[in-house]
């Protein structure tokens, strides 16, 4: 059973940043998609932004121009690199793993068990 384990998650002041990260392991099959999610109160779970084993990234429209994702295939780890915060991107991030892909939660397979992220005003 694949683990995957974020960090990096906290309390942030409004235009601050932040770096999350992810690393995958128990691989027994290659991992194609990892990507990350988050949900807010009361809100559904979303995808930020993900990224396949090629580099392919997709992001969510709210986030384009200020959170970058990356991936170290080497070491099954990726990371998201959160710029210019706002409050509303206050939510717990979740890191996913999909051997087809992430871009919808049912095609996630693997589930990380989430971080926190909060951003003061």
């Known amino acids: 059973q694949v683990q995957l384990e974020e960090s990096g998650g906290g309390l942030v002041q409004a235009g601050g940043s932040l770096r999350l990260s992810c690393a995958a392991s128990?691989?027994?099959?290659?991992?194609?998609?990892m990507g990350w999610y988050r949900q807010a109160p009361g809100k559904q779970r979303e995808l930020v932004a993900a990224i396949s084993r090629g580099g392919t990234t997709n992001y969510a429209d709210d986030v384009k121009g200020r959170f970058t994702i990356s991936r170290d295939n080497a070491k099954n780890t990726v990371y998201l690199w959160m710029n210019s915060l706002k409050p509303e991107d206050s939510a717990v991030y979740y890191c996913?793993?999909?051997?087809?892909?992430?871009?919808?939660?049912?095609?996630?397979?693997?589930w990380g068990p989430g971080t926190q992220v909060t951003v003061s005003s």
């Open positions: 128990r691989i027994t099959h290659t991992i194609n998609a």
């Open positions: 996913a793993a999909g051997y087809f892909g992430v871009a919808s939660i049912a095609q996630c397979d693997y």
